[in-house]
């Protein structure tokens, strides 16, 4: 699923959309999740929740115990990619849920980013399902299948239910078992190991297992003594539970690891206690439950030990089978780990709406705008103060959801640094470098979707060598070049027409997109890459229709941002490379210069005041409002919220 993350990603965004509303929190579960969390998360402005399940360091040690080589866990799993992943979700989560207060310490420890802050929520368990047996319950059909193994089907039950797979260590449990007579005596032992037809058509693991338990059975003679049906419903597993603890039997999980241990809480909700391992989630448990023993796994002779102190105890055993209940519906039930996660989302949320208080833009508009406008900076956003107050002031008071960019030749850095000067607020995004780079936000998120759709034939050394020759070229300082992006200075004197450049790098095989603007600056860009490219894949990566965005520009590389179906606005101190445009439908030639030449296209087009549908792909194609032109050629507004041209 790694290659589609990013899409997956981009889609979601539309889903936001077509909720209508901006999540208050979201929750990844495991790496692939976590890593379009992240995106999500910082494109929304909304904290981040995570839990891990699996983790990709466990996993990495587990396949080097079994021999499998990096290279094949790379090809198979993307180990390193997951591992990665994971960092990076730790490292921006606000909160992470832990099953076990070991698997915060031996699990997560493992990373270099540690959990800012990890909750430890157990799973819950269905009390509906598992609860203790009731007096007049008929013994259930799963009894009869016992039964044909045993030759006193009512002692004592010593219950075990897993996966035939090693780590489960059910061998020791057999040897356990069968090392004591008076156990044998005392009680039965149940093996449940999942489904199986033929030992011989298992996959390697279980059927080693198994042939190993059938081995031991043989070899202790313990036929008689031991179940092991073939075959049980899932449904039949609370039974099971109930079975055992109706015949004042035990639950015994003897694993080499265990990292939470589900079934010994379906055990306690079903009045069972337990031995255990003494590993990872069972300490959690007992601690809480107070509903048994917790032994070595390597210990065998502690293990047989412990089940016949457990089985002979009449008292303690019903103490434990009454606290294990009490201890389940307390720290176990869904209804308490619902409790305490809500507490942990409350916290979460409120401390981020109040770090967030007093910031300019404190989320994205984009998941719910209906209408986007996109301004170039210099000579158009910029330029006039009291023109770019007008402006900010009537986009606060507009009666509708606006997303707000700028687009710019100017390199991330150097935009945001103009932007602080002019007291622009951070806007929601902006396309720098010419159209070759995309980010979101406070955080300045990069889209990294479209930088891989920019770089498709792009090869910037040999454009760069293709370049090499040419008279009134000269390229620009270091600063302003990018892995996108190859920028010179023009001498119009000097310098051969652009159509004779574009020749020459097609004769060489070099395939760029050439934008002059000004007639001063020659910008070799990606063939996928263009500010109205950027722009456009803003717009459907968000969901707002091309029509519905309003387009602002004053040069030649602004051009492709006004064509088409956009609302194009070119102000009055425009560079003469766009007079071309003129006439063209659906872009204004404004009269009023910088910001205000932005209010006099908002004006014409009646932008603050058409009303979308929203919930509709299709949207209605925007007019000029009806208005009057004054002497100088302005509009004037007509309607509630239209500003005046300035």
């Known amino acids: 699923m790694w290659p589609h993350l990013d899409s997956f990603a981009d889609q979601a965004l539309k889903h936001v959309r077509g909720v209508g509303r901006v999540p208050d929190i979201v929750h990844a579960h495991y790496a692939d999740s976590g890593y379009v969390g992240v995106r999500l998360c910082s494109l929304l402005e909304v904290p981040l929740a995570f839990t891990g399940h699996s983790l990709g360091h466990v996993k990495r040690m587990r396949l080097l115990e079994k021999g499998v080589s990096s290279k094949v866990m790379e090809s198979q799993y993307h180990i390193a990619q997951r591992i990665e992943a994971e960092n990076m979700t730790l490292d921006n989560a606000a909160f992470v849920v832990a099953s076990t207060e070991q698997e915060v310490e031996d699990q997560y420890g493992l990373y270099d980013h540690q959990p800012r802050r990890a909750v430890v929520i157990p799973p819950g368990i269905d009390l509906q399902r598992f609860h203790p047996p009731r007096r007049s319950a008929a013994r259930p059909p799963i009894h009869s299948a016992l039964r044909r193994f045993l030759t006193d089907p009512d002692k004592p039950m010593i219950l075990a239910l897993a996966r035939p797979d090693p780590r489960k260590n059910l061998a020791a449990l057999v040897h356990a078992y069968a090392s004591r007579p008076e156990l044998r005596e005392r009680a039965n032992l149940v093996l449940i190991l999942g489904n199986r037809e033929e030992v011989g058509t298992m996959e390697k693991g279980p059927r080693r297992v ?21 075959h ?14 109706r015949s004042r039997g035990l639950f015994v ?44 796994p390597l210990d065998m002779d502690a293990l047989a030990a412990a089940l016949h102190e457990a089985l002979n105890d009449r008292q303690r055993w019903q103490r434990w089978a009454r606290a294990g209940l009490a201890g389940v519906q307390r720290h176990f039930s869904w209804t308490g780990h619902v409790r305490t996660y809500l507490r942990e989302v409350q916290r979460v949320t409120s401390s981020h709406v109040r770090r967030q208080s007093g910031v300019a833009v404190t989320r994205s508009r984009l998941p719910t705008a209906d209408r986007m406008l996109v301004c170039d900076i210099d000579n158009t956003l910029v330029g006039d103060a009291p023109g770019l107050a007008r402006l900010l002031d009537a986009m606060k008071r507009a009666p509708c959801q606006i997303g707000f960019g700028v687009a710019t030749g100017r390199t991330l850095q150097s935009a945001l640094a103009l932007l602080r000067e002019w007291r622009v607020p951070m806007p929601d995004f902006i396309i720098s470098a010419a159209g070759t780079e995309i980010h979101y936000g406070p955080r300045l998120v990069e889209d990294e979707s479209w930088k891989r759709h920019v770089d498709y034939r792009w090869d ?30 023009i001498d119009p004197d000097r310098a051969p027409p652009l159509r004779d450049i574009a020749r020459h790098l097609r004769r060489s095989d070099v395939h760029v997109n050439a934008v002059v603007s000004y007639d001063a600056f020659l910008d070799l860009l990606p063939v996928r890459a263009s500010k109205g490219a950027a722009l456009r894949w803003v717009a459907d990566k968000w969901g707002i229709p091309i029509d519905r965005v309003l387009a602002a520009g004053d040069s030649g590389n602004d051009e492709e941002m006004l064509t088409g179906e956009t609302m194009g606005v070119v102000v009055g101190n425009y560079s003469p490379e766009l007079e071309g445009l003129r006439g063209r439908e659906r872009i204004h030639f404004a009269r009023a210069s910088h910001a205000r030449g932005i209010l006099e296209g908002i004006a014409h087009y009646g932008f603050f005041d058409r009303v979308y549908a929203t919930d509709s792909g299709a949207g209605v194609v925007p007019t000029p409002a009806d208005s009057s032109r004054d002497s100088s050629g302005e509009r004037h507004a007509s309607e509630s919220g239209r500003v005046p041209a300035g």
Do not use: W
């Open 210 to 230: 198994f042939t190993e338990l059938m081995q031991l059975i043989d070899r202790y003679d313990l036929y008689g003594h031991v179940a092991y049906p073939k």
């Open 460 to 489: 910037r050394d040999r454009a760069s060598a293709a370049m090499r020759g040419f008279r009134g070229l000269r390229q620009q300082s270091v600063d302003e070049q990018r892995r996108f992006k190859l920028s010179y200075y």
């Open 232 to 245: 049980h419903h899932p449904d039949e597993v609370p039974d099971l539970y109930r079975l055992a603890a």
């Open 253 to 296: 999980n003897p694993a080499l690891t265990e990292p939470f241990g589900l079934t010994l809480l379906e055990a306690a909700a079903s009045g069972l206690p337990i031995v255990a391992t003494r590993d990872g989630g069972p300490r959690d448990i007992v601690r809480y439950c107070r509903n048994g023993l917790l032994i070595d």
